[in-house]
């Protein structure tokens, strides 16, 4: 059992449009681009993200999509369940038919791991990856100016 790219992919997409959506509409190409992930494959996604009513369209010049809730109040459970991911450790799908049409020893086990997933998955709110994602780093500031400072430095010498 694991988690497909499907998933993978919605949760990443929907970090980058609720990083991004405090400048307005966020486009799918954009997201395409910085994630790389296909735009057509996008579109499919954010056609059942819309249908779960986790993200809106603006249509016309300047459109794009938007976060149809608060950050802290999509989980990644959510994103996961409406892209169709299934989250299923068992054999059988849940139906207790996976031994000649009986339930397995190891039901209740694999059971029991599909709840406590969902639990984490839900307990994990889009708003906290994306305040992890979007620190910002205060020695940035300083490495680009100590590079910017050894750029000249080395042209200078060099015309020297």
């Given at each position: 059992m694991r988690l497909t790219t499907k998933g993978r992919f919605a949760v990443?997409?929907?970090?980058?449009?609720?990083?991004?959506?405090?400048?307005?509409?966020?486009?799918?190409?954009?997201?395409a681009e910085r994630q790389r992930?296909?735009?057509?494959?996008?579109?499919?996604?954010?056609?059942?993200?819309?249908r779960y009513k986790l993200v809106s369209s603006v249509r016309g010049p300047g459109g794009g999509y938007r976060l149809a809730r608060k950050v802290d109040d999509i989980t990644v459970a959510d994103i996961i369940i409406a892209v169709d991911e299934p989250l299923d450790a068992t054999q059988c799908g849940g139906k207790e038919n996976c031994h000649d049409e009986h339930r397995c020893m190891t039901h209740d086990l694999w059971a029991n791991l599909n709840k406590r997933m969902?639990?984490?998955?839900d307990s994990v709110s889009l708003g906290a990856l994306v305040r992890q994602q979007v620190k910002p780093d205060p020695n940035m500031s300083v490495l680009k100016d100590v590079r910017r400072r050894a750029t000249i430095?080395?042209?200078?010498?060099?015309?020297?």
């Open positions: 990443t997409a929907m970090i980058d449009l609720a990083a991004r959506e405090v400048d307005g509409p966020v486009t799918l190409a954009g997201i992930i296909s735009l057509s494959y996008l579109e499919q996604l954010f056609g059942k993200l819309r969902y639990e984490y998955l430095s080395l042209r200078q010498s060099v015309t020297a």
